[in-house]
C-alpha cells in the first residue's frame, strides 16, 4: 500500500509562483511514473506533467514553458514547480504516483489534492 500526499498549494496573484511537493510513502517495490492532474470545477481531471524514473518529462501544451516537474528518487517526492501563473491554473492539482508493490506488478495511487488559486 502506498500512500500519497500533497502540499504547497494555496492563493497567488497572476505572474506568481508556487511549488506544488507531492511525498510518496509505505511498502512498494519502486515507484515508476510519477504525474500532476488538475481539475476545475465542472471539469475533468486533466494531466498537467509526467515525470518517469529516469527523469524524462512531458506537459500538458497549456503549462509548458512555465511549469517544470522534477523528482527525488531519495526522497519519494515529486515537484512541480509552477511560474508565470494564470488564473485558468486555478484548480485542485492531485499526484498520481505509479508504483509497483513487487517485482511483477504496478498500481496507481492518487493523493488528495491541493488547491492552487490564481487571482488578483
Known amino acids: 500500500q502506498v500512500q500519497v500526499v500533497e502540499s504547497g498549494g494555496g492563493l497567488v496573484q497572476p505572474g506568481g509562483s508556487l511549488r506544488l511537493s507531492c511525498a510518496a510513502s509505505?511498502?512498494?517495490?519502486?515507484?515508476?511514473?510519477m504525474t500532476w492532474y488538475h481539475q476545475a470545477p465542472g471539469k475533468q481531471r486533466d494531466l498537467v506533467a509526467s515525470i518517469t524514473i529516469g527523469g524524462n518529462t512531458a506537459y500538458a501544451d497549456s503549462v509548458k514553458g512555465r511549469f517544470t516537474i522534477s523528482r527525488d528518487n531519495a526522497k519519494n517526492t515529486v515537484y512541480l514547480q509552477m511560474d508565470n501563473l494564470k488564473p485558468e491554473d486555478t484548480a485542485v492539482y492531485f499526484c498520481n504516483v505509479r508504483a509497483s508493490l513487487n517485482a511483477y506488478g504496478w498500481r496507481d495511487y492518487w493523493g488528495q489534492g491541493t488547491q492552487v488559486t490564481v487571482s488578483s
Open positions: 509505505g511498502s512498494f517495490f519502486v515507484i515508476n511514473d
